[in-house]
């Protein structure tokens, strides 16, 4: 699957009794049932084959944009391959969805989106994966976060295959309710576009997202939100 650089290259019960002559009554014999074993009740989880439909839709991703109509393309079900990025350890943090992060990994479910507007100022990455657990997916979140810590403050350049080069920097990670962001600046950016990765774990699902347009400082965290959203109503 190909990937556009997106700015670089979603009882009671009652009881009577009557009263009666007296009577002799043997004491009544009560017998009473074990109790019943506890029940269990398997966590809800995001299904594998419906992942695709967490992703946000051209409206909530307009949303992002003062509200300009969205372009989606099509759904990818595996990671990308056609970008490479120097130096290497920055590949996972600066984009989404790439084989470098994912690959080797158990995930059983994945969906990848490019979404963008008329004149492609404003261009969404958004990614989602599933996995067989929760913890699963959370552990794949830390390692996502540990890898990114590598790559703060780090100039770099991605090349597409086929393609054109981008140059950008990124700035410095933070983590805050469950989200790491990382804000990232094309080196050419005259018109002040910016880009935001933000990524997060929700049930079973890692979401992995980046945001490019003038000031998009929030928009990858919104975008994120937004998804993980989706996949909590699943409980």
């Known amino acids: 699957m190909a990937l556009v650089l997106a700015g670089l290259v979603v009882l009671r019960k009652d009881n009577s009794a009557e009263s009666a002559s007296p009577t002799t009554t043997s004491p009544a014999t009560t017998t009473t049932a074990p109790p019943s074993p506890p029940t269990t009740t398997a966590p809800a989880l995001a299904d594998p084959m419906a992942v695709a439909s967490y992703l946000a839709s051209p409206e909530e991703a307009g949303s992002l944009a003062d509200n300009r109509p969205m372009t989606p393309g099509p759904i990818g079900k595996e990671p990308y391959r056609n970008v490479t990025v120097e ?128 000031d998009a400082g929030g928009d990858g965290v919104a975008l994120a939100r937004t998804i993980a959203d989706k996949v909590a109503a699943t409980r």
Request: charged share 20%.
């Open 87 to 214: 130096p290497f350890a920055c590949t996972a943090a600066t984009v989404p969805g790439i084989e470098a992060a994912y690959g080797g990994t158990a995930f059983n479910g994945f969906a990848a989106q490019n979404v963008w507007d008329a004149d492609e100022k404003f261009k969404i990455v958004q990614v989602i994966a599933s996995f067989a657990s929760e913890k699963e997916a959370a552990s794949f979140f830390d390692r996502q976060v540990n890898s990114w810590d590598q790559c703060t403050d780090t100039a770099f350049v991605a090349s597409i295959q086929g393609g054109g080069q981008d140059r950008a920097s990124t700035g410095v990670m933070t983590k805050n309710d469950g989200i790491a962001v990382l804000p990232i600046t094309p080196t050419a950016s005259a018109d002040g576009r910016t880009c935001e990765r933000a990524i997060t774990s929700r049930l079973n699902t890692f979401i992995d997202v980046r945001v490019c347009g003038a």
